[in-house]
């Protein structure tokens, strides 16, 4: 894109802040205790002048006049103002976003909010771990029936580009010996906690950390016993043999480097501790809960092994 291609767009964006980014928005019901009651549960607020409907939640704020998932008679979504212009000039991922919210009075039954909303900002082009991109600002402002502002929500978007493959990310391939060239598995996050653990596997040894006070088996390795808070400690090998505890046969998202429909199951080792890995040869569909395992040494790159599963004869 040329500069002066790239400087039409953003001039464009730029010349509607703050015009209305939707049409103004009334809430379906009004602030309701059957509402905020499921809110709370789902939350984990217990305070009783929400549970007794005296006052809504504030961080309900955006509840009442929230959009509807599926489009239909009188649920026109639409686009906020400026992010189709954002997302032609090919900034189409989002990563994250950020929100900051003013509660200006206490919200109670009854009340039916209106929200309107403003483009506030697009900011210059930023370069980001994830590519370059333009913050975008929204202004939400709600009012109640009276038309007395109640709250007010700035709503922050990173739009970026998302990275073209590079040489590099083209060089994260393997050739297998049918000449099939295959995305590498992702490297494991090694901590000083837990290298032992890898320098194990690639001995072809499944080790687990062994508090050196109180002698209990620990997994995934920490610093620290959770037991007795010792930082004294050493290593078990374990026999590899274990019963699945639990499952899921993941299908996305699907991550190169691995095989979908992908078993993962939660293994009880013998000697006590779970372990969490792939199952090998076994068909998602033949995973039973308490089915016997064995662990099996994976080389999934020139330098490290991965622990996986699979079914063992019960003996
Ligand atoms: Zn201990």
Redesign the pocket.
């Given at each position: 894109m040329s500069g002066t291609e790239k400087n039409n767009w953003l001039e464009k964006v730029r010349a509607m802040v703050g015009r209305e980014a939707l049409p103004p928005q009334t809430a379906a019901d009004p602030v309701n205790l059957p509402m905020i009651r499921r809110w709370c549960e789902a939350m984990g607020e217990s305070d009783p002048k929400y549970l007794d409907g005296t006052a809504a939640p504030p961080a309900m704020l955006f509840v009442w006049t929230m959009g509807h998932f599926r489009a239909g008679p009188g649920r026109e979504g639409g686009t906020l103002l400026g992010l189709d212009l954002v997302e032609a000039a090919g900034f189409t991922s989002v990563v994250a976003t950020n929100v900051e919210e003013e509660y200006l009075r206490e919200l109670r039954c009854g009340d039916v909010l209106t929200q309107r909303i403003t483009l506030d900002a697009i900011s210059e082009e930023k370069k980001t771990g994830l590519g370059v991109g333009h913050f975008v600002t929204y202004r939400y402002e709600f009012s109640d029936q009276k038309g007395e502002v109640v709250g007010r929500t700035l709503f922050r978007v990173l739009k970026f580009r998302p990275p073209a493959k590079t040489n590099e990310t083209a060089a994260r391939v393997d050739t297998d010996t049918a000449g099939v060239t295959q995305p590498l598995h992702p490297r494991p996050a090694i901590t000083r906690d837990g290298a032992f653990f890898w320098e194990g596997l690639n001995q072809r040894k499944l080790l687990v950390r062994k508090?050196?006070?109180?002698?209990?088996l620990h997994h995934p390795p920490g610093p620290m016993?959770p037991?007795?808070?010792?930082l004294e400690w050493t290593t078990q090998q374990c026999s590899g043999r274990g019963r699945i505890h639990s499952f899921v046969v993941v299908h996305q998202p699907q991550i190169p480097g691995f095989q979908y429909p992908l078993p993962v199951a939660l293994v009880d080792l013998e000697e006590g501790v779970r372990i969490v890995a792939n199952l090998r040869d076994i068909a998602p569909g033949k995973v039973r809960i308490n089915m016997p395992v064995e662990v099996e040494f994976v080389e999934v790159g020139k330098d490290f092994v991965i622990p996986a599963f699979r079914e063992r004869q019960a003996g």
């Open positions: 508090c050196g006070s109180c002698g209990r016993c037991d007795c808070n010792s």
